[in-house]
């Protein structure tokens, strides 16, 4: 998947992740036979942590960049949704992936409308079981809070009628600590990649995040400590001159495994990319804190983090989302935003003007690109950023570089 080399060092455990990838779906299939079960899930709110304390296989659902998908799920499901949830009908339709072929259950969390409409459509023309968890669009207010706290009671309790299994305390005190560490590591990666002389870049790390989808999450962070372990023995990769490359932040619509026109394009062009809050990469892994081995604990952990794009954030003022993107923005020190919108994806598309607004004013350069994954606006896209990291490269010349 990653076509950039990043390094003139081998990073070994990289290699072993990806075989792992391979590996995956035989191993599932294997553990099928014994009687576990597979959920697929999608979207930002599900907890990966309720799943496997019950003992089934958390596989995150959905791809990106492949048209003809889209073209298959439009004949199900309308042509005005956005183009990931079109593909991931197609997906879930054909059943040509190595993972939909495997799933008993798919659950689906209502943040993005279009996904649970996605559900509704999966379970009537391919009769999917399916599973909804609601979401609050008051989700600051103490009746969201409580609206969650409730929603959450019930897709537990038919996660337990699903898998034949009561939901232990212990069980889920062992899932809260494995998913922390996961995040943990994942952070320190994102972190590590930012930094000059690193022997991994983003797109590296952006791939092991996808990993985390499918892996067998204790093997997922095994895999992990390994590769950080590996990161920390590796002499610093010299072979580019820091500063040289105007350093890209990606924001804005999700950018699902396999779809990487954009990044291609970025990366061709001479851009860094340094980080992304993009809820297929680090968004989904940031600020969880659950409090206690409960599932309204789990509700408030989930809830109280940034909230996804679309659920309605009225005052933008104090908007968390913009206040965590500013952060992100200093953490990885990116010099500029590229903000990615699917079409037809409202919740982004919406925000990405007073984004911009807000980035501009500070004066943060900001580009917006609205794609699909269409081929055909490639040398249109290409033209536009290549203006855009000319201009960054200008800004850095006159600020005599960072
Ligand atoms: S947030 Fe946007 S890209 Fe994500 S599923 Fe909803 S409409 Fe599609």
Not at 11 to 38: N, S
Not at 284 to 300: G, R
Not at 350 to 356: Q, S
Request: charged share 25%; glycine share 6%.
């Amino acid at each position: 998947m990653s076509r950039t080399a990043t390094s003139v060092t081998k990073v070994t455990v990289l290699e072993k992740i990806r075989q792992a990838v391979i590996d995956r779906p035989a191993q599932i299939a294997a553990a099928k036979k014994q009687g576990q079960k597979v959920v697929g899930w999608l979207n930002y709110f599900v907890p990966e942590e309720l799943l496997l304390a019950l003992d089934v296989i958390p596989v995150r659902v959905g791809v990106g960049g492949d048209e003809q998908l889209v073209d298959i799920g439009g004949r199900y499901i309308s042509t005005k949704n956005c183009v990931f949830v079109r593909a991931a009908v197609g997906l879930l339709g054909e059943k040509k992936d190595p993972y939909t072929p495997l799933l008993d259950l798919l659950a689906v969390d209502a943040s993005c409308l279009q996904v649970f409409r996605l559900a509704e459509v999966v379970k009537y023309y391919f009769k999917y079981e399916t599973l909804i968890l609601g979401v609050p669009r008051s989700f600051t207010a103490p009746e969201g809070q409580a609206y969650f706290r409730h929603e959450l009671q019930d897709f537990t309790a038919a996660l337990e009628k699903f898998s034949g299994r009561k939901l232990e305390q212990a069980k889920l005190k062992a899932a809260i600590e494995l998913l922390a560490k996961i995040r943990e590591s994942l952070q320190y990666l994102y972190q590590y990649q930012s930094q000059d002389y690193a022997n991994l870049n983003w797109r590296d790390v952006f791939e092991i995040v996808h990993a985390g989808f499918y892996l067998d999450r204790a093997e997922y962070l095994k895999l992990l400590q390994e590769l950080i372990a590996e990161l920390k023995e590796l002499p610093e990769d010299k072979s580019k001159i820091p500063g040289t490359e105007p350093r890209v932040f990606i924001s804005g619509s999700q950018l699902s495994p396999g779809d990487v026109k954009l990044i291609n394009i970025i990366e061709d062009l001479g851009g860094k990319i340094v980080g992304d809050d993009l809820w297929t990469g680090l968004a989904s892994y940031l600020d969880i804190q659950i409090a206690a081995p409960t599932v309204d604990a789990l509700a408030d952990g989930y809830l109280a983090r940034v909230p996804h794009a679309a659920l309605p954030y009225l005052n933008i003022s104090t908007d968390s989302r913009i206040k965590k993107l500013k952060e992100l923005l200093g953490r990885f020190r990116a010099q500029a935003v590229i903000d990615h919108t699917l079409r037809y994806c409202d919740p982004y598309t919406f925000k990405a003007g007073e984004t911009k607004d807000i980035l501009n004013n500070e004066g943060f350069p900001f580009l917006e690109i609205h794609t699909e994954y269409a081929s055909s606006d490639i040398e249109a896209i290409r033209t536009r950023v290549e203006a855009f990291l000319e201009l960054v490269r200008t800004r850095n010349d006159v600020a005599g570089g960072i």
